[in-house]
């Protein structure tokens, strides 16, 4: 499978973080030199993360703070940035598989499973992989919704799935059930 990330040995290099601001609550980055490893939703409520060992590295990542203000500024729809999650091949498989769900558009578990050559029995692993996806907003897990266009399980909360989904104006397809 052609992936849009680096190989995992950029994700076990020295890791630093920075925490920055946005329209959904402070965004906490992790990465190193090479790529960013993790976009976590820092003030998640029960999903809240820990800050990571490591170096803070106050403004370290200007490149993604830059994509970051233009996509809610809605001047962006589509990342550019060197990415290297840390995951299993089925969890990179699912992960790909979402950078591909365009901006302003939805799909269902499912049809990611089908996406990926597998039968709809692995919607729940899709949604595992989902829920497990270490870089959101910019590998899009927000875009993933029940077959039936329910606003299912986020880590950030569905709040904050809705702000998104209404940002990139994907509500409207979402409840109507009109998916990718």
């Known amino acids: 499978m052609n992936t849009p990330f680096l190989p995992p040995s950029a994700a076990t290099e020295e ?19 090479r790529a960013l490893t993790g976009l976590y939703l820092a003030d998640g409520g029960k999903h ?6 490591g170096e803070r590295r106050e403004g370290g990542f200007p490149e993604v703070t830059r994509q ?24 990179i498989a699912v992960w790909t ?17 089908l996406a990926l050559g597998k039968s709809l029995v692995a919607s729940r692993a899709v949604g595992l992989a989902n829920g497990r996806n270490p870089i959101s907003i ?22 904050r799935k809705e ?9 409207d397809a979402a409840t109507a059930g009109m998916l990718w």
């Open 138 to 159: 910019i590998v899009p897990c927000h875009r993933v919704i029940g077959a039936d266009g329910s606003m299912t399980g986020y880590g950030g909360g569905i709040e």
């Open 97 to 113: 598989q979402l950078t591909l769900i365009p901006f302003g558009m939805t799909a269902s578990y499912g049809q990611v499973a």
């Open 68 to 91: 970051l203000r233009e996509y809610f500024a809605g001047q962006r729809t589509e990342f550019t940035l060197p990415l290297a999650p840390a995951g299993s091949d089925f969890q």
């Open 163 to 171: 702000w998104l989904l209404r940002h990139e104006g994907a509500m």
């Open 48 to 53: 809240s993360v820990t800050v990571p060992k």
């Open 15 to 33: 890791v630093g973080y920075d925490i920055v601001d946005s329209p959904v609550g402070r965004l906490l980055l992790t990465g190193n030199e």
